[in-house]
């Protein structure tokens, strides 16, 4: 542990812009859940008819999870922001363990600290603390938020750290899968994984009478399953605690156990001959990003099944509620619900879609700093060499020498 302080301050000083983001819109968000209830279900009638409504609708249950308690604001804020706020919790510890793991690793930075005096899990530990002590900022951020605005505090707290237990359990997720593969992507891939299994059964459990307890394995279901403001369920903030402390014990282990820069997953060799696609700029892109728009596709289509399948339901959802009507007329722009709901939702497509254009344009940036570009624009593109002097297109040497004939000079 040689050393974990330090790497705690520099991993701090690395994400002092990108962790008070997390932590401010994590945080903050439900809190603005509490004014929307308010106004967009005034009266007793209104939130009796969305409690109906939304407790027996499967497909709102898939999305948002079961509906305890619509008829507070605290229920609501608890129901409508519980599952995606863990969510992105989630998803904040991922990558911010993987970055300051093994995606240190990958660019050779830890090896260098390494050959100082750190220790060997030092680097583990502070992307540990840090991850783990975002998650609880963003709970307690969720609590006194929802507490200032004048929801009761003893369940605003309970939700709050429910939401940090997720984030502290896909920690110990992220902590062990940086240990298993070579590189940060694979490692966030498997980590993501393990998101969409937790989501997948999270689904499947909430929407269904007979497989219930299919939730219980889902970190990203806990948080709702504690059900604040209705039983306030304390006890299941056991839950990710141990799960962070079993898993993460596991990382601590097989850290010990690997070369540094190795995983413990074998990497399958490529071919010997790399194909003719290959030869061209455009099969060169298609190679690095099939994996991920693949991935996307598959989540799109995922996406645009779980809303079509609210659609279905959303007129008896919002059934007799002037104001929820008019607010989905005014984002759709159309006169039906259906219509009206399913063209407010192309916001989120668009969202969707322009997270991956920025993480597929990135790539290019990611190729120059792991210094794979250069051998390639070297080897295979003619560019000048100075003054009066080109490049062989073919060899890369100037053309002083005689390694080429004439018909190839650049």
């Not at 974990?4 to 968000?29: E, M, N, Q, S």
């Not at 680097?123 to 200032?148: D, E, P, R």
């Not at 994984?193 to 929407?207: E, H, K, Q, W």
């Not at 605690?241 to 990382?251: K, P």
Request: charged content about 15%; hydrophobic content about 50%; some cysteine.
């Amino acid at each position: 542990m040689t050393g974990t302080l330090a790497l705690i301050r520099l991993a701090l000083r690395r994400d002092r812009v990108v962790l008070p983001i997390w932590i401010v819109l994590l945080g903050l968000i439900p809190v603005s859940g509490v004014a929307a209830y308010e106004e967009l279900f005034p009266d007793a009638a209104s939130r009796a008819a969305l409690s109906a409504g939304a407790g027996s609708n499967p497909s709102i249950a898939v999305l948002f999870g079961p509906a305890y308690d619509l008829t507070t604001a605290g229920g609501f804020t608890a129901w409508r922001f519980g599952m995606f706020t863990a969510l992105f919790t989630a998803l904040m510890a991922v990558f911010t363990v993987t970055r300051h793991t093994r995606a240190e690793e990958d660019s050779g930075r830890l090896e260098l600290l390494g050959s100082a005096v750190v220790g060997r899990r030092a680097a583990l530990t502070a992307a540990v603390a840090v991850a783990g002590g975002a998650s609880l900022v963003i709970g307690l951020v969720i609590g006194a938020g929802l507490t200032g605005a004048g929801v009761d505090a003893g369940p605003s707290f309970l939700f709050g750290l429910g939401i940090a237990g997720t984030g502290l359990a896909f920690t110990a997720i992220s902590a062990t899968t940086a240990q298993l593969t070579e590189y940060a992507r694979s490692a966030n891939g498997l980590a993501t994984t393990a998101m969409g299994v937790a989501f997948l059964l999270r689904g499947v459990g909430d929407s269904t009478a007979t497989l219930t307890w299919l939730s219980w394995l889902s970190p990203l279901a806990w948080p709702q399953l504690a059900k604040p403001y209705v039983e306030d369920r304390w006890w299941v903030l056991v839950l990710p605690v141990g799960t962070a402390l079993v898993i993460g014990g596991l990382a601590y282990v097989l850290v010990g156990r690997r070369d540094l820069g190795a995983g413990f997953l074998p990497q399958r060799p490529g071919p010997a001959r790399a194909p003719a696609s290959l030869g061209g700029p455009l099969g060169l892109a298609w190679r690095l990003q099939r994996g991920g728009l693949i991935g996307w596709a598959i989540g799109f289509a995922v996406v645009a099944a779980v809303f079509g399948s609210i659609a279905n339901g959303i007129a008896d959802l919002f059934d007799g509620n002037q104001q929820m009507t008019e607010m989905l007329t005014r984002m759709g722009g159309a006169d039906a619900l259906v219509d009206a709901f399913l063209a407010s939702m192309t916001g989120t497509f668009g969202l969707l879609a322009g997270v991956y254009g920025v993480q597929a344009v990135l790539r290019m940036r990611a190729e120059e700093s792991g210094v794979r570009a250069e051998p390639v624009l070297a080897a295979g593109r003619a560019g000048s060499a100075g003054p009066g002097r080109t490049w062989c297109s073919r060899c890369s040497v100037p053309p002083c020498c005689s390694r080429c004939p004439g018909s190839r000079w650049a």
